[in-house]
């Protein structure tokens, strides 16, 4: 079996980067999302935990290692999604006598209700957000690669309707909702988008 160090994102996949270059790994992810994290925190003086957040972020992508990276665009339902990762997470952590404390890491940060975990879904998002930049700036994205399903999608035929010019812009777009009750998150998300 394959260990987490091991997994390619495999999200990028349904946006059809080039692989004229090696993909972002789960791992590289993980510590890109904890060290914009603690940017952001060092920043902004935001109010959490940041060890907490760490830790949330350390283990989020647990059920990756079964279930792969499932996005809006997988054809999987969130509640299909929720099923699938419990049943990886246990599959994965079952044997370990601190499966507890794992086990709990993950629901905290998928429910978002604590500060902690609100703070780091949004800087995993983000993370996501500046790859995607990154692959558009390396040229790694083009429309004419990217699946039916994302160009079919009515939000992203809004977004492109509404003047989007590259893939990066549309799965930017795609989540600046998520980041609408935070000033911070939504100005950082702004930059993003208006960067070049």
Known sequence: TSTLKEVERSGWNTWN????????SIPEHVYGAQQLAFAIYSEFDIDVDIFKVNSLLAYHETEEVDIGDLNPFSGVSAAQKAELGTIAVEKIVGNMKKKNLI?????????????????????DKMEADLMAKKYQNEGRFSFDKVSSRILNDKRVQKI?????????????????PKYSKSKIFSELIQFLKDYK
Do not use: H, W
């Open 17 to 24: 980067v080039s692989r004229d270059k090696r993909v972002e």
């Open 103 to 123: 086990k709990s890491l993950i629901d905290e940060f998928n429910e978002r209700k604590t500060p902690e975990a609100q703070f780091a879904y949004l800087c």
């Open 160 to 176: 492109l309707s509404e003047g989007a010019t590259t893939v990066a812009d549309v799965f930017i777009e795609y989540d600046v």
